[in-house]
């Protein structure tokens, strides 16, 4: 009877170990795959050079190697100038 329940006990054990591994290697992954998703959202800002605002790099607005968060301050700048 001792030995069978040593058996049992392993296998259990054994079982509980490769559940646990395969919970915390899922938590990895999903937290790989979340931080890669958070980097991707991410955008690179640049300044307005008239008023000082952020914006996203695909929307800035470049006019003589200014840049600009919109075609009325691209026309103020080069009307003052």
């Known amino acids: 009877m001792g030995i069978t329940r040593t058996i049992i006990f392993a296998a259990v054990l054994i079982l ?3 559940l646990i591994k395969r919970i915390m290697g899922d938590r990895k992954k999903y937290n790989e795959s979340r931080q ?3 980097k991707a959202k991410v ?3 640049k300044q307005c050079t008239v008023c000082g605002v952020h914006i ?3 929307d800035i607005i ?3 190697n200014k840049i600009y968060c919109s075609l009325a301050h691209s026309n103020q700048n ?3 100038e």
Request: charged share 30%.
């Open 78 to 80: 080069n009307s003052t």
């Open 62 to 64: 470049m006019k003589d």
């Open 16 to 18: 509980c170990v490769l």
């Open 43 to 45: 955008a690179d800002m």
């Open 56 to 58: 996203p790099e695909k």
């Open 36 to 38: 890669q998703m958070l």
